[in-house]
């Protein structure tokens, strides 16, 4: 006798499938990058794109960098569309947990950057990665100059790759 469920078999088979592929799925991998930019520096680096409370589109650039073998720091750039945005980069970025920790970032730019666009400001990240042992979700207020400052929420995954890159430690060889 014919079953009452013609692709009852094929159905069962692919949720079977489906259910295996989760279980043995590798866990995330981070999308770090390593990149050897010249001759003694290296530069780990994290890109994520978001959007804020008002929709507009942003790249969050973590970065970690070395010269001749010596740590230069950790960075986070915020880039937000020219002529959309424009950045107070003198005033500190703020930080929201929903655990009710707070941070303020302070503008910071590294060694190898003179200045940065109007639509772009960098921060010091250590002092953050220093405090946060959970991948938490974030809430980053970004200063806008003369307006109310953006809201970009980072999700649990997107502040475990910034540990991540907290945790990266590369450097290149010293010369001998």
Known sequence: MQSPFPGRRWL??????L???????????ASLHTY???P????VRSQ????????????????????????????????GFPEVVTLDG????????????????APSLDSQTAQLPA??????????LGDLTAALPLDLQVPISEATPATLTLAPFQVQEWLQLRDRAVAEPKKT
């Open 36 to 38: 050897r930019e010249r």
């Open 119 to 128: 639509n772009a400001a960098q921060y010091n990240l250590e002092p953050l």
């Open 90 to 105: 003198d005033r500190p970025l703020a930080l929201l947990a929903p655990t009710g920790q707070q941070w303020q970032l």
């Open 48 to 79: 994520q794109s978001l959007r804020d409370d008002s929709d507009r589109a942003w790249q969050a650039v973590a970065v970690k960098r070395w010269q001749q073998g010596q740590y230069q720091g950790t960075y986070l750039r915020l880039v």
């Open 40 to 43: 003694g520096q290296v530069t």
């Open 12 to 17: 069962l088979a692919a949720i079977a499938i």
């Open 19 to 29: 259910i295996l592929g989760l279980v043995w799925m590798p866990p995330a991998q």
